[in-house]
């Protein structure tokens, strides 16, 4: 599997902030010296930011003209945001893993927060135009996806999540979107068994594989830990390549900058030898 990456998204950074360059860096010295492949992406124009997201969101990020902070207005941040976004859709042409910053499941049509300026994945799903299914394995709950294909047809969304943590949704299911909310820690044998049981629940036809590839569910992360260790993503992809659909991942949390580089090479390794389709 193809990793896209930039250098540029290595550009910005806020002091304290969790999401930082080194989390990136970390991984993609590891993956290189791994011996995996990188592409390089262009930025998402503005007609592709709007297959999925409000003008007024992508006014107010290009402006810079709002106060959040777990989304500081960086210089440029629209700049590193499109960048993201045209990783993931390199990736899903590719069926690659984007490994870029910022991430992107917590923005919605017209809203961003949790780090997240534009929601690089959902775009990429929209523009395939591909009957999808996500799955969303990062600790935190994806609201943002959820909110952009909520109702749709086209996609069903499956998250697996720790349970009243930020943002404070993904409590139940509903229509197509599939929640999982797990206790904090809840360890790798309750992990594995819940999307077992959450994949043979998804009925459809699907054409591809999306996965929202967080990795703050490691044991050693401090915001959305549910225990696991760097072989549960091994096994997570060998869930995941069991369904034999055109792949492609998608960056979005974890802290632990030596983690995720480890974490990455195991689901890819996992999701290529159950049979992933991801070239």
Do not use: W
């Amino acid at each position: 599997m193809d990793i896209i990456f930039s250098p540029r998204c290595l550009e910005y950074q806020f002091p304290g902030h969790p999401e930082s360059p080194a989390r990136v860096q970390e991984a993609q010295r590891y993956l290189a010296r791994r011996g995996f492949s990188f592409s390089e992406p262009t930025p998402a124009s503005q007609e592709e930011l709007l297959a999925v997201h409000s003008p007024g969101l992508v006014r107010r990020v290009q402006e810079g003209r709002y106060t959040d902070p777990d989304c500081p207005p960086y210089p440029e941040i629209d700049f590193y945001a499109r960048l993201s976004v045209g990783g993931a859709i390199l990736a899903q042409r590719r069926g690659g893993f984007s490994l870029l910053r910022p991430p992107g499941h917590h923005a919605g049509p017209d809203f961003f927060g949790g780090f997240c300026y534009y929601n690089s994945l959902a775009i990429a799903v929209r523009l395939s135009g591909r009957r999808t299914l996500i799955v969303d394995i990062d600790g935190h709950h994806g609201n943002g996806t959820e909110a952009v294909f909520f109702g749709d047809p086209q996609v069903t969304y499956v998250s697996l999540h720790t349970m009243y943590n930020y943002p404070g949704t993904g409590l139940q299911s509903r229509d197509n979107c599939y929640n999982f909310p797990l206790p904090f820690r809840c360890g790798q044998e309750v992990y594995l068994e819940t999307l077992e049981r959450a994949l043979g629940m998804v009925k459809g036809d699907f054409q591809q594989l999306a996965i929202s590839a967080g990795f703050d569910t490691h044991k050693k992360d401090p915001l959305a830990s549910m225990g696991l260790e760097v072989e549960s993503y091994y096994l997570i992809g060998r869930l995941l390549g069991g369904l034999a659909l055109p792949t492609f991942c998608v960056l979005e949390g974890g802290y632990v900058p030596e983690v995720i580089g480890p974490a990455v090479e195991a689901l890819i390794t996992g999701l290529e030898e159950a049979g992933a389709k991801t070239g």
